[in-house]
Each structure stands twice: as C-alpha cells, then as structure tokens.
C-alpha cells in the first residue's frame, strides 16, 4: 500500500474542510490541539472497553493532524516552531491510545492479559526509540528515513485491529512488537553505517557536550 499516495487523496478529500477552518478564523494551532484532544479521549474510550468506537473518535482525532499543515500553508503561516508541535502532538496522540489499551487490558484476568501488555510494552519501546535514533542521527549530521514500519502504517495497522476487536487486535499487537523493534535494529545499523568509527578519517570535529546535554 502506497501511504504517500493515500495522504496525497485524503488530503484533496478534506480540502473543503481545510478552507472550512480558514473561513472560521482557525489556527492551525488549534486545530492540532483540537485533535490531541480528540485522540485523547479515544483512548478514555478504549480503556472503558469500547475498542471499535475507540478507533473510530481516533481517526477522527488522526484526521485533524493533516489538517493542520494544509492550513498553515493556506495561511502562509507554516513554521519551524508548529512543525516541531505538531511531531510531538503526534507522538503525545500515540501514546494516550497505548495508555488506554494498557488500562483495558490491565483490567482482565492475568491469563489474557499477560501477553498483550508484553506487546504494548515492547511496541512503545520500538516507537520511542525508533524516533530517538532518527533524531540523534540529525544531530549527528546524518539523515535516517528507512524503516520496516513507520508512525502512518503502524498507526493504520493498529487501528485496524481495534476496529475488528480483541482477539484479532493481540496478534496485531504481537506483529507491531517486533515490526517496531525491528525498525530501531534497522535504524541503528544504517546510521552506525555511515558514521566514522575508531580510525577513520573524521570529516567534522566533534562538538564538546555542554552540561545538560543528552548524553544518550
């Protein structure tokens, strides 16, 4: 499935709500905390135990995010500064959606249970630190756009499986684990690739780290 292409349409789909905001004064601020708080509360959704209508208010939420852009640039109003909230609006949107699927699966027995929050866990991991090894290769000077499973698909993939329930949701769940895992494996060799190790020719003297710095 080409994601790029699918952006691509729904964005032409969602034009007349795009010019919509416009005509009503929106920011594009607002809108993308419009849509934080739209997925925030579909993860309150999913931890009461409703994962299909869950989903559903998730997209909705997930829709305000390519709203957002195409306002700014309507308004001529795009930024550095509203890119950088809108990239962590969308990690902050991820996480309430985990959070909730961890409070709905905390609630059952220990038997069904066990394994779920074993792959919650583990697909948070892979997603944190497949956004943290992006990030530390452009600090470092280089650029990281590969992957197995980026945020689109593996928001698509996961929504999926709330929509078609619980026991297909844990195997979805359990592919996530390891797809995103995988991706963080994937981003580390391809960055420690193109990065001079002991020995070789250093193209770009080191910059000292001042106190406070992320020594990670």
Known sequence: ?????????????????????DRLGLSPLSISILGLAITAFS???????????????????SGFDMLDGDLARLQGTVSKRGAFLDSCFDRLGEAFLFAGL????????ESVAKLPLVFITATVVGSLTTSYVRARAEGVGETCFVGFLHRTERVIILTLG???????????????????????????VHVAAKLPGPGDPQTETPTPKTNGEDSA
């Open 1 to 21: 499935m080409n994601f790029n292409q699918f952006k691509q349409d729904f964005r032409k789909g969602v034009r007349p709500i795009v010019l919509t905001c």
């Open 102 to 109: 961890t409070w709905y699966f905390a609630g059952k027995p």
């Open 162 to 188: 709330l929509l078609l329930g619980q026991w297909v949701l844990v195997p979805v769940l359990a592919f996530l684990a390891i797809a995103t895992l995988g991706t963080t494996v994937q981003r580390l």
């Open 43 to 61: 993860g309150l959704i999913i931890a009461r135990g409703s994962l299909f209508w869950g989903a559903l208010v998730f997209l909705v939420g």
